[in-house]
């Protein structure tokens, strides 16, 4: 058993929770945030969209089966939603020193602290998440003691430039030409596109990809306020214009609402789980997804050419929304859900469909 160290998280309003470290034992700040997940910690913390917050899992029992192998796939790792770690740190109430799983390489403990991410375990995260619903996400840091740090709000800053690639990169071979418009992707966006006879051709957030020869868009998904990302929201204009198929994902829907005239606002403490049911507009059937977002696009901003797609069951906000002519349609939860569920995968299907009715 390693030398146990205590910490403190502090919040906004003055609360505090003593615990102790398992992770890099240092000070840092960010927005404190909550996921209602029980499995799924090597994806959720190293999902881009999760860049400058401090991550609180409500699931009491963390680390129990360490963390995968770095295997590539075709040119990603296979395991993993992006190439590191990106919460600022995490939270938990019971951390498990002993892991066990087939594809396991090493610790939790020992990945948080070869990429410097605090951890702090016996903490009463039934609390802090009770807190974290009726006051609204807020502001927090970690501090080690002798180590002060300020806070920081994230969201003043452009954080989609820090998580997108730099290049332009192509994957694979296929005979559907996709550009990932990169704000922030998620691996198993590319995987499942890659699996369906498709070369992504993967591009910065800021980068006019209406300049490629393409088939279809996928706008990915991202952290921050989406009104950081006008450049983004530009491009996709001049797509709009253009007319071939565009699918969002998560702010991705978003960016594609804005561009489409429709507008965004923060969630009181946002979508951050692997089980929060959607409906499609004009159906009765309820799709269990996985989501993380916090913001949501306001379904009543949109143009006349414009309707909403799916809806939230727990508090009726958008979760989709779609063109009334148009090839263009997008998502605020994650089909592509790694881990978490899959049942919505077959929207990947629908934008190959129209991909290819597209070229007829």
């Known amino acids: 058993m390693p030398e146990i160290k205590s910490i403190k998280l502090i919040l906004e309003d003055g609360t505090v929770f003593e615990g102790k470290s398992f992770g890099y034992h240092k000070s840092v700040a960010g927005e404190v945030v909550f996921n209602t997940a029980m499995t799924g910690y090597p994806e959720s913390l190293t999902d881009p969209s999760y860049k400058g917050q401090i991550l609180v899992s409500t699931y009491p029992l963390i680390g129990n089966y360490g963390v995968p192998k770095d295997e590539m796939e075709n040119g990603v790792p296979k395991f993993y939603e992006s190439d590191r770690i990106h919460i600022s740190g995490l939270i938990i109430s019971d951390y498990s020193f002993e892991y066990s799983h087939w594809n396991a390489k090493n610790s939790l403990r020992e990945w948080l602290i070869q990429n410097e991410v605090p951890g702090i375990f016996d903490i009463d995260t039934r609390a802090l998440t009770k807190i974290l619903r009726e006051k609204g996400t807020m502001l927090g840091k970690i501090e080690v003691e002798g180590q002060p740090v300020d806070f920081y709000n994230p969201n003043e800053e452009n954080l989609v430039a820090k998580v997108s690639t730099t290049e332009k990169i192509v994957y694979g071979n296929g005979k559907h030409k996709v550009v990932l418009v990169d704000t922030g992707a998620k691996y198993n966006i590319l ?48 797509a709009i214009d253009i007319g071939k198929p565009i699918f969002g994902i998560c702010l991705g829907n978003q960016l594609l609402g804005i561009a ?101």
């Not at 369906?196 to 980068?207: A, G, K, M, N, S």
């Not at 508090?315 to 790694?338: C, I, L, M, Y």
């Not at 077959?346 to 070229?359: G, T």
Request: with cysteine; glycine share 8%.
């Open 191 to 238: 995987r499942c596109l890659l699996k369906r006879d498709t070369t992504v051709i993967r591009v910065p957030w800021d980068y006019d990809f209406t300049s490629e020869d393409y088939d279809g868009i996928m706008l990915s998904n991202g952290p921050g306020d989406p009104v950081k990302c006008q450049e983004t929201i530009n491009n996709i204009k001049k």
């Open 260 to 360: 489409s005239g429709g507008s965004t606002y923060k969630l009181k403490y946002g979508h951050r789980a692997h089980n929060h049911p959607v409906i499609k507009v004009g159906g009765t059937t309820c799709y269990i997804t996985s989501q993380n977002h916090g913001f949501a696009l306001d379904s009543n901003s949109l143009g006349k050419d414009w309707e909403p797609l799916f809806i939230n069951l727990n508090d009726d906000t958008n979760e989709g929304v779609r063109h009334k002519t148009k090839p263009f349609f997008s998502t605020q939860f994650h089909p592509e859900a790694s881990s978490g569920p899959t049942d919505t995968e077959f929207l990947f299907d629908d934008f190959i469909q129209l991909i290819e009715n597209s070229k007829k």
